[in-house]
């Protein structure tokens, strides 16, 4: 069996599953790799008493061979035992094919379901960037509040003392902020009015000069993650292409997911069985080496893809102490962006979905070995 311990074939359907729209129901690749554990160990538990039904044989005709002496019964004897080994050979390979067949399609309904989540998460980085606008809050000439300040002060300024901004230094916030004050200390009002005007507009200054550094910090670092994630989908489509090139299906995954052409793929495998069942030792052995690079590259892509999970969430766990730093939050609540708000409920969220909906697959120690090679313990 040794000849056969990295081969990976992958073939056909699982008991009598006849699409793989039925087979990629399920959206938690976690239950997959643990589907695929539980049918494999079913498979092994029965070849293994036909695999001792044999060995006992075998360890019999080698007895018997030891103790005849005749020669006519010897070549009988030798003859009987190459069938044996023969059969036994032909056991080993049988076994391979039907772990590999499970290996197959789990390895298919992990790469759909993965690729499932990684659009999802390209959608959520999307929505997170967009609907909060971050540069927006982080800026006080957004306010309406402050805009109206800076038109009052407009008017109102000595028009000696005072001095007007570019259009380009106008949207510096800072330089607005301290241009409005500079203005507003020599403008004609009253200082009951300079007092009432500073304290409509106290807390959006005050939020957004402590906040504006954090805020485009979330703002940049969401854009990093939303970048990663599409490498990793670039990463996924290129596996789905390399897994499914040996039973020669050309269509791109995503393309796959848009026509739901699973059903395509399924004849495909269903061609490729045959051709496996009618093919000599050496074509079925270059056949399998076809197959055994695709599902390292699986395990390769679902350790990137934890890896960026983990990452993720450590990310959206590091936005969530960034947004509760605010000291002045509770004195400054009913002036506070309601996008501030939002976005602090989204980044809760995001925290809960990285934990359950985008959480990493488990395929540590023994699921390694089973989803690589399988396990067969007379190889």
């Keep these: 069996m040794k000849n056969f311990k990295y081969i990976v074939i992958f073939l056909a359907i699982i008991y009598g599953q006849s699409s793989f729209s039925k087979s990629f129901s399920e959206n938690d690749p976690n239950r997959i790799?643990?589907?695929?554990?539980?049918?494999?160990?079913?498979?092994?538990?029965?070849?293994?008493?036909?695999?001792?039904?044999?060995?006992?044989?075998?360890?019999?005709?080698?007895?018997?061979?030891?103790?005849?002496?005749?020669?006519?019964?010897?070549?009988?004897?030798?003859?009987?035992?190459?069938?044996?080994?023969?059969?036994?050979?032909?056991?080993?390979?049988?076994?391979?094919?039907?772990?590999?067949?499970?290996?197959?399609?789990?390895?298919?309904?992990?790469?759909?379901?993965?690729?499932?989540?990684?659009?999802?998460?390209?959608?959520?980085?999307?929505?997170?960037?967009?609907?909060?606008?971050?540069?927006?809050?982080?800026?006080?000439?957004?306010?309406?509040?402050?805009?109206?300040?800076?038109?009052?002060?407009?008017?109102?300024?000595?028009?000696?003392?005072?001095?007007d901004l570019t259009t380009l230094l106008g949207a510096n916030p800072y330089i607005s902020v301290i241009n409005t004050f500079s203005n507003l200390l020599v403008s004609g009002l009253t200082k009951e009015e300079k007092d009432a005007e500073i304290q409509k507009i106290d807390c959006i200054l005050d939020f957004t000069i402590r906040m504006q550094n954090d805020l485009n910090t979330i703002y940049f670092e969401t854009a990093y993650l939303q970048s990663s994630n599409q490498g990793i989908k670039d990463n996924l489509e290129t596996l789905f292409k390399d897994f499914t090139k040996p039973i020669n299906y050309t269509t791109s995954i995503k393309e796959c997911r848009n026509q739901d052409d699973w059903d395509a793929v399924n004849s495909k495998l269903n061609a490729f069985v045959e051709q496996i069942k009618k093919g000599t030792p050496q074509k079925q052995l270059k056949m399998q080496i076809d197959l055994e690079f695709p599902i390292d590259r699986l395990i390769q892509f679902i350790t990137q893809y934890n890896n960026f999970i983990t990452e993720g969430e450590k990310f959206y766990q590091k936005f969530g102490i960034i947004l509760n730093s605010y000291e002045n939050e509770k004195q400054c609540e009913s002036k506070l962006p309601i996008e501030y708000k939002k976005l602090k409920d989204d980044i809760n969220v995001a925290i809960e979905k990285f934990n359950i909906a985008y959480k990493p697959v488990e395929i540590n120690g023994t699921k390694m070995k089973e989803i690589l090679y399988g396990i067969n313990e007379f190889e």
Excluded: C
Excluded at 57 to 69: P, Y
Excluded at 133 to 161: C, G, H, W
């Design 33 to 163: 790799v643990n589907e695929m554990v539980l049918e494999i160990e079913k498979i092994q538990s029965n070849y293994n008493n036909q695999y001792s039904f044999l060995y006992d044989q075998l360890f019999e005709l080698n007895k018997n061979l030891i103790l005849e002496k005749k020669t006519e019964k010897r070549v009988d004897l030798l003859v009987q035992k190459d069938l044996l080994k023969n059969e036994i050979e032909q056991l080993k390979i049988d076994t391979n094919t039907d772990i590999s067949k499970v290996r197959y399609i789990k390895g298919l309904q992990i790469i759909k379901i993965l690729y499932e989540k990684i659009l999802s998460l390209d959608h959520h980085f999307a929505s997170v960037r967009t609907f909060s606008e971050i540069s927006k809050i982080s800026n006080p000439n957004q306010y309406p509040e402050f805009e109206k300040m800076r038109e009052l002060v407009k008017t109102k300024k000595d028009k000696k003392a005072g001095f």
